[in-house]
T-cell receptor, first 115, second 113 residues
Framework: DAGVTQSPTHLIKTRGQHVTLRCSPISGHKSVSWYQQVLGQGPQFIFQYYEKEERGRGNFPDRFSARQFPNYSSELNVNALLLGDSALYLC??????????????FGPGTRLTVL | GQQLNQSPQSMFIQEGEDVSMNCTSSSIFNTWLWYKQDPGEGPVLLIALYKAGELTSNGRLTAQFGITRKDSFLNISASIPSDVGIYFCAGQVSGGSNYKLTFGKGTLLTVNP
């Protein structure tokens, strides 16, 4: 079975631009979460979506937005990019159905560099 | 954002040695997970723990969910060179509609052949 896939792998943008990152969850998984991982730190929670609805939001500014599509894939959008947005953006999928099914499986990430 | 207290920050050991790392939190979690991350890759799930006091093994890896639900540890026995990487603990509060993971800062493990 294919794991979580993310695109693009790498991205270079300049300050003020916007970016769209994409994620396809594991087949059968209905929940997608997004995390930001700055170099030297653990991942920080940005959003969680389940059945196309936002179920959780981390402490990130409104420049960050996301959505989930009927096929459960997801997009993360970041507007007005800042240098501090440079990070590895991780997508994780899970079944989200009861105890034991909340394990989150991560994709390889998108490395965003803002110049 | 909140991060769990994970220690040690880094470890340099000889092949064949055992390794222990732990994670503590000021708040209670219903689930503890341990991940390993290689450079340029996403975290890979190693072990998931769901009950306080639970001890779970996965090959040479053993992890425990603390009785207070505020801590967890991971042991690696007889380390090998491919164990090199960054190990993260993560806590999760199940229930409601938000299943976000809160991560530690990671333990960098280096194994000398």
């Amino acid at each position: 079975d294919a794991g979580v896939t993310q695109s693009p792998t790498h991205l270079i943008k300049t300050r003020g631009q916007h970016v769209t990152l994409r994620c396809s969850p594991i087949s059968g998984h209905k929940s997608v979460s997004w995390y930001q991982q700055v170099l030297g730190q653990g991942p920080q929670f940005i959003f969680q979506y389940y059945e196309k609805e936002e179920r959780g939001r981390g402490n990130f500014p409104d420049r960050f937005s996301a959505r989930q599509f009927p096929n459960y894939s997801s997009e993360l959008n970041v507007n007005a990019l800042l240098l501090g947005d440079s990070a590895l953006y991780l997508c994780a999928s899970s079944r989200l159905q009861g105890v034991g099914y909340n394990e989150q499986f991560f994709g390889p990430g998108t490395r965003l560099t803002v110049l | 954002g909140q991060q769990l207290n994970q220690s040690p920050q880094s470890m340099f050991i000889q092949e064949g040695e055992d390794v222990s790392m732990n994670c503590t939190s000021s708040s209670i979690f219903n689930t503890w997970l341990w991940y390993k991350q290689d450079p340029g890759e996403g975290p890979v799930l190693l072990i998931a723990l769901y009950k306080a006091g639970e001890l779970t093994s996965n090959g040479r890896l053993t992890a425990q969910f603390g009785i207070t639900r505020k801590d967890s540890f991971l042991n690696i026995s007889a380390s090998i060179p491919s164990d090199v990487g960054i190990y993260f603990c993560a806590g999760q509060v199940s229930g409601g509609s938000n299943y976000k993971l809160t991560f530690g800062k990671g333990t960098l493990l280096t194994v000398n052949p």
